[in-house]
């Protein structure tokens, strides 16, 4: 129990650190778009391209993993991810562009980290809540981005934004080390990377019916998850919030990811099916993302404030079911079944933003943008809450 509560706490802050720095360019693109004039559009050209790399790494980083150890990877990541943001601060767009790139490679590696190493120390019955815990670092980090990024933007600079979190990254990464004994103890030195470890990580996915099922609920969920955190601060400012206000009501609506996800966790733990729990959940963001359709400047604050609790309560807050079901489902392949589970997740994240942005850039509608992109998650929530044929099989006996 004492080292599965240390794993929890050491990648609950890895995931932490993650979230802010894959998030944090989105959050302040308010300030990056007026500083360099360009077009809001962009943001899902940048976000499509770090899905991208996130899609190439998940689906590679299972040997890696099993090879240096799943705190080493963590390590890396974050160093990965200070990289990225040291690069956007230069305000070069070939700079944005690698910075999608290595940042979005260097998040995509944390989460397969740490579900195989909270994995080994966490009793199978209680991976739903441990797991969930572990994933509200995720809120945790885009509730501190949506306050630190634009306070120090408006303070300063949002360059200074950008180096401030590349900084806290490295120092975390090194903190790390002093679990490294202990954590990467099951590594096995002798195992190497090869290309057909792309092709095998999506077979063990595609050709297991479950985890077939979780792949395409990821597609969706993700996608857009990275839609809202993406363009929901820009939606605001748009209508004529501050940066620091919208900043301030997306923290908000992040802050109810957090007891959500625990809770969602616990009740998939002990009452309810972790496939209708996620079916639900689906219902639930499709319903927040249509309701933004009709958003407008003469909504009132607490108005928007609802509709973003109610989307991040939702698209936020199911990493912690998805992950633990799938690591249940490949328990001698951790970190390469989340790996290949999340990698649709990110086609869902490379996909739905270039979409939204194609609606942004054809009709100039943020409202129809996410109205389009709730409907992937209405569709898997009525296919999860229908019953598999597994369950009809079951019945008839």
Known sequence: MRWMLLALGAMFMQQSFASLGRSLPTVIAPAIIDDLALDPAWVGVY???????????QLGCGSFIIRYGALRMSQVALVFLAAGLAFASSGLLLMFALSALIGGGGAAMSTPASSHLLGRYTPPRIMPLVFSIKQTAVPAGLLLAGLLGPAITDGMSWRAALDVAAIACLVFAVMLQPLSREFDSDRDPGRSFQMSDFATTLRAVMTAPELRRLSLACFAFNGLQTVFTSYFIILLTEAGYGLSLAGLVFSIAMMVAVPGRILWGWMGSSFVAPRAMMGALALGMAVSSFALAFFGAAWPVVAVGLVASALSATAMSWHGVLLAEAARLAPHMRGAATGGVLSFGQVGALLLPLVFAGILWASGSYGL??????????????VLLRPS?????AEKH
């Open 47 to 57: 976000v499509s391209i770090a899905a991208f790399a996130s899609l190439v790494f």
């Open 389 to 393: 044929h597994a369950d009809l099989a």
């Open 369 to 382: 943008g996410f109205a389009v992109c709730g409907l992937p998650a209405l569709v898997v929530g009525i």
